[in-house]
């Protein structure tokens, strides 16, 4: 509405003008080169207006003329980038719905419009990677790491295919490489931090950590910082103890929950004899955790202790927490170190009508040791057989005696204190048909002593779990089946999959005679 109002201003006022100039027409002469022009004022404006208007026109059209190279240019320019633009879109769409021929098509095509696009580069790649072409896609990957805008990305694309090609030392490279330009990567600096923890570099695993920070959360930070600072004491526990201790604290600050951190604490500080706050931190560690390191630590608190000061220690601890069948188990240690066998057996009494193994291995060595009785001794070894198994140091599927920082797989804070096998579902109690064996000291007979599996003379006492021999750290040993890592929008290899079983005919399934005829053929 505001512009029609405009409009019809203006076209008053023009005519205002023109009515103005007609009531006065008034004379124009012009004199040039002998010629005389003579004429009125409304036509000489309306001249000038003409060639005015010719003189733009006529300029607009040399000005066309000029430019007429750069702009047919500039077209096609724009049409080449529209079609490479529209080949990337259709290459991207055959990747993701697994169109291996299309794909590789639309990446010639959009390689040969759009040579530097970033989109056709990786198309490129991507295409290659899908149809196997490994070599193709690792100089894809070497073009956009070679360009400031796509470094990141053919880095991590390189990092994959040295992964693939089992290339470790190559991918340590891409890997560094890629933390160096950006310390907050996720990936780049994970992997940096696998192969520091693989060569035991804790103190350059710190490094990378706090660079890493920005990308972590507080919790993830601080966890991962107490693994690396406790694996950092034990290498220096014996060069150097003051640092050792240092860091072991700090540790424990971190994650009190982190059980070789506490113990290595309490042990140090009870070698430089501070006990009060070795025995606090033991405490703590034991109230969240309760574990045989931490049993023995406290257990071995002051240097030169008798063996009943041992258990006397060990009684108090379990006094103030429990700790199900492990506090048991570390009082009938010390007991049985004490030769307190009585005590030892009312520490397990609890435990013994579904007993662990090492339960069942600790009662072994209680009737061995007390009585001298081979038979019983035998039979608690049969029931250890079959017993369920005892929490150890478990990860990656294998078993530790001793806890460490770096799994076998090269991940760092893998290890963890539970049943081996536990997460492949195997809930279902164990179910001990033996009854439990009497405690009187009255010996069984000899008919009813069964017949043990192997010798158990002597008997040893158990560890905290079976001692399996553990793989050298490492990012990706040869043991180990490492998951195939992705690039983004990165479908992976072709995988073979099996034919499916051919049906049974339906007549054979709904004639259950023609079986038996068949056989009698």
């Given at each position: 509405?505001?512009?029609?109002?405009?409009?019809?201003?203006?076209?008053?006022?023009?005519?205002?003008?023109?009515?103005?100039?007609?009531?006065?027409?008034?004379?124009?002469?012009?004199?040039?080169?002998?010629?005389?022009?003579?004429?009125?004022?409304?036509?000489?404006?309306?001249?000038?207006?003409?060639?005015?208007?010719?003189?733009?026109?006529?300029?607009?059209?040399?000005?066309?003329?000029?430019?007429?190279?750069?702009?047919?240019?500039?077209?096609?320019?724009?049409?080449?980038?529209?079609?490479?633009?529209?080949?990337?879109t259709r290459g991207l769409i055959a990747i993701g719905s697994g169109d291996q021929h299309t794909a590789r098509k639309s990446a010639d095509e959009a390689k040969r419009l759009s040579p530097e696009e970033p989109l056709a580069l990786l198309l490129s790649a991507q295409s290659a990677q899908m149809s196997g072409d490994r070599p193709g896609a690792e100089r894809a990957f070497r073009v956009m790491a070679g360009r400031s805008d796509t470094k990141l990305l053919g880095l991590r694309g390189l990092y994959i295919e040295a992964q693939r090609r089992d290339d470790a030392n190559a991918a340590r490279l891409f890997a560094e490489e890629a933390a160096k330009s950006a310390p907050a990567l996720a990936w780049a600096g994970q992997a940096v931090l696998e192969y520091r923890c693989a060569a035991a570099d804790w103190a350059g695993a710190l490094s990378v950590l706090d660079s890493m920070r920005p990308a972590l959360d507080k919790a993830a930070y601080r966890r991962r910082r107490a693994v690396l600072l406790t694996a950092r004491a034990r290498s220096l526990a014996d060069s150097d103890r003051a640092d050792a201790r240092d860091l072991a604290l700090e540790a424990v600050k971190l994650a009190p929950d982190l059980v070789p951190a506490s113990a290595l604490a309490g042990r140090l500080l009870a070698e430089d004899n501070e006990l009060r706050k070795a025995g606090k931190i033991l405490e703590a560690a034991w109230k969240a955790s309760p574990h045989p390191d931490i049993a023995?630590?406290?257990?071995?608190?002051?240097?030169?202790?008798?063996?009943?000061?041992?258990?006397?220690?060990?009684?108090?601890?379990?006094?103030?927490?429990?700790?199900?069948?492990?506090?048991?188990?570390?009082?009938?240690?010390?007991?049985?170190?004490?030769?307190?066998?009585?005590v030892a057996r009312a520490a397990l009494a609890p435990h013994l009508a579904m007993p662990t193994r090492r339960v069942a291995a600790l009662m072994?060595?209680?009737?061995?040791?007390?009585?001298?009785?081979?038979?019983?001794?035998?039979?608690?070894?049969?029931?250890?057989?079959?017993?369920?198994?005892?929490?150890?140091?478990?990860?990656?599927?294998?078993?530790?005696?001793?806890?460490?920082?770096?799994?076998?797989?090269?991940?760092?804070?893998?290890?963890?204190?539970?049943?081996?096998?536990?997460?492949?579902?195997?809930?279902?109690?164990?179910?001990?048909?033996?009854?439990?064996?009497?405690?009187?000291?009255?010996?069984?007979?000899?008919?009813?002593?069964?017949?043990?599996?192997?010798?158990?003379?002597?008997?040893?006492?158990?560890?905290?779990?079976?001692?399996?021999?553990?793989?050298?750290?490492?990012?990706?040993?040869?043991?180990?089946?490492?998951?195939?890592?992705?690039?983004?929008?990165?479908?992976?290899?072709e995988s073979a999959l099996e034919p499916d079983p051919v049906p049974e005919p339906a007549s054979t399934q709904a004639d259950p005679w023609r079986r038996l005829r068949q056989l009698f053929r």
């Open positions: 509405m505001i512009r029609i109002v405009w409009f019809l201003v203006w076209v008053g006022l023009l005519a205002l003008g023109v009515a103005w100039f007609a009531d006065r027409p008034g004379a124009v002469a012009i004199t040039w080169l002998g010629y005389r022009i003579e004429t009125s004022v409304m036509v000489a404006i309306a001249g000038v207006a003409l060639v005015a208007i010719l003189s733009v026109l006529l300029w607009a059209i040399a000005r066309g003329i000029v430019r007429s190279p750069d702009q047919v240019s500039l077209f096609m320019r724009h049409r080449r980038a529209v079609r490479g633009h529209l080949a990337v023995e630590a406290y257990a071995n608190l002051r240097f030169g202790d008798s063996a009943r000061d041992r258990l006397a220690r060990m009684q108090k601890l379990v006094a103030k927490e429990p700790g199900g069948v492990e506090g048991a188990v570390a009082v009938a240690h010390a007991a049985i170190d004490a030769r307190e066998f009585a072994a060595e209680i009737e061995q040791t007390e009585h001298g009785d081979e038979g019983r001794a035998r039979e608690w070894m049969a029931r250890a057989v079959r017993a369920a198994p005892d929490p150890a140091w478990t990860a990656d599927g294998v078993v530790s005696e001793h806890w460490m920082p770096v799994s076998p797989a090269g991940r760092l804070d893998a290890f963890q204190w539970k049943v081996p096998l536990a997460e492949i579902g195997f809930t279902r109690p164990v179910i001990d048909m033996a009854a439990p064996p009497a405690i009187a000291d009255a010996p069984l007979p000899p008919a009813a002593v069964p017949e043990p599996p192997a010798p158990a003379k002597p008997v040893a006492r158990p560890k905290a779990a079976a001692k399996t021999p553990v793989k050298p750290a490492g990012p990706h040993p040869a043991e180990t089946v490492i998951p195939l890592v992705h690039a983004p929008d990165d479908p992976g290899p």
